[in-house]
């Protein structure tokens, strides 16, 4: 598939005719294939088959017939990213506060100060805008933890945002941590599910939010028996944010007792926890979203991703993005700052000693950004993989851009050569979202009209 030129504008029209049929057949040829599945591994020179919004079958010399081929020689297929934890609302103040040197900053400025003035329509346009980012640097599944849920109407919008993307979105609800607001979390769960959530497609999925204590917030939107039992009512997840040290510890040994560790749970951070919190989480089956850049750059807790904490009890870790007001908006930055800091810390951890250091592998990073995110968000059996059956969420990789040439091993080619310029496409269930390098169906110019005047709406109202 080339990256520009008559080729891939004359397959994309294609697809966009027959956008609508359900049989649609889709044939990408001669690419390698990393599958991120354990028994089908890498492929090279090798097809993929996509029907309707599911992939069908992956090998070789695969049958063409009705089908709209993509030749994919000199490209890398993937499963797309996904992100286990960002607060999509901000995207509008993105980097404002770059430096910043702690938790509590943060919280002040942002939460405390910003989110008191978010209207409706500055929650779909901060959300969509981060959507958009997502897809546009591959990544085909977002959670959106999106806790400034002042009404129902910020939340409605926050979900059309992601609905109205083609994002596979995963809304995680919670009420807003400061000022004013109608106090109709997490009540209004019950009318967020039956509203968007109850298609079977799996294309947008609820969970609750909450944080792990009151510590910041207060006890109301503290994770506990009322909000388990809520969630369990309603049959979805819960993702607890703000999991750090000696407190979060404690909460965790509280929620061992009460039985509310378990695999639809799932911990963001879990920086500075006690051994005996890592062993609760571990024997429970309860799910780690770690955000590598917000633990070291914003100095949470330790500042060390919980890699080698999560490993040690057998918890492999989904990964995320966390707040674009101080942080880097794409996988590839996650991916590498992991490999970097733990392979650093392995290293110095035996130096002088003669021992041998244990340091995760490229394969364990692309695994976390695609597969155990996809566990990670409830979502394993749908997508996170490019295996037969799953949803046809995956990344056409450019393997020969100046950057990436020659190819060599293509796992590493991903993690270590690949930016969001070499992702020449993007398909979610089955359907184009990005072609020929550009994301599909979005008016830039009005985007970004729309994005600055949400930004001075938010700004002069705080002046």
Request: include cysteine; charge should be negative; glycine fraction near 10%.
């Amino acid at each position: 598939m080339a990256p520009s030129g008559t080729t891939s504008t004359a397959v994309l029209a294609q697809l966009q005719r027959r956008s609508a049929d359900p049989n649609r057949r889709i044939l990408f040829t001669g690419a390698t294939i990393v599958t991120m599945d354990a028994d089908l591994g890498v492929l090279h020179d090798a097809d993929l088959l996509v029907e309707g919004d599911t992939i069908t079958a992956i090998g070789t010399g695969l049958d063409r017939d009705g089908a709209v081929v993509v030749e994919a020689t000199g490209t890398i297929l993937t499963p797309g990213f996904v992100d286990t934890h960002r607060h999509a609302w901000q995207t509008q103040l993105r980097r404002i506060m770059p430096d910043v040197d702690d938790l509590g900053a943060y919280v002040m400025s942002t939460l405390a100060g910003h989110a008191t003035a978010y209207r409706p329509q500055d929650m779909y346009i901060g959300t969509r805008l981060a959507a958009l980012t997502a897809i546009d640097s591959g990544i085909t599944c977002m959670l959106d933890f999106s806790h400034n849920s002042r009404t129902p109407q910020h939340s409605d919008a926050a979900v059309q945002a992601l609905v109205d993307t083609g994002i596979r979105g995963v809304h995680a609800s919670m009420g807003p941590h400061f000022g004013d607001w109608d106090k109709q979390w997490p009540g209004d769960l019950a009318r967020l599910k039956e509203r968007y959530f109850a298609s079977d497609d799996r294309m947008l999925t609820l969970r609750l939010a909450a944080l792990a204590t009151g510590e910041i917030a207060g006890p109301a939107l503290a994770y506990g028996p009322e909000l388990a039992r809520i969630a369990k009512e309603l049959g979805i997840g819960v993702s607890v944010d703000a999991v750090f040290g000696t407190s979060s510890s404690a909460a965790i040994a509280e929620w061992e007792k009460g039985g509310l560790l378990c695999a639809d749970l799932t911990l963001i951070h879990a920086t500075g926890l006690t051994s005996e919190a890592w062993k609760a989480i571990g024997g429970s089956g309860t799910s780690i979203a770690l955000a590598p850049t917000s633990e070291a750059q914003i100095g949470l807790e330790t500042a060390i991703p919980a890699i080698d904490e999560a490993l040690s009890v057998g918890v492999r870790p989904g990964l995320s993005i966390d707040v674009e007001v101080a942080l880097a908006s794409d996988m590839f930055t996650q991916m590498r700052a992991l490999h970097a800091i733990q392979r650093m810390r392995a290293v110095n951890a035996v130096y002088r000693t003669g021992r041998q250091p244990t340091r995760i592998t490229t394969h364990d990073v692309l695994d976390f950004a695609t597969l155990q995110g996809a566990r990670t968000n409830g979502l394993a059996d749908v997508t996170g993989s490019l295996t037969p059956g799953k949803k046809a969420d995956l990344l056409v990789i450019q393997a020969e851009d100046l950057n990436n040439m020659p190819l060599n091993d293509p796992i590493g080619t991903v993690v270590l050569g690949s930016d969001t310029r070499n992702i020449s496409a993007v398909l979610i269930n089955g359907q184009p979202r990005k072609w020929n390098g550009q994301v599909l169906d979005v008016d830039l110019p009005a985007l970004r009209e729309e994005v600055h005047a949400s930004r001075a709406h938010v700004l002069t109202t705080l002046a």
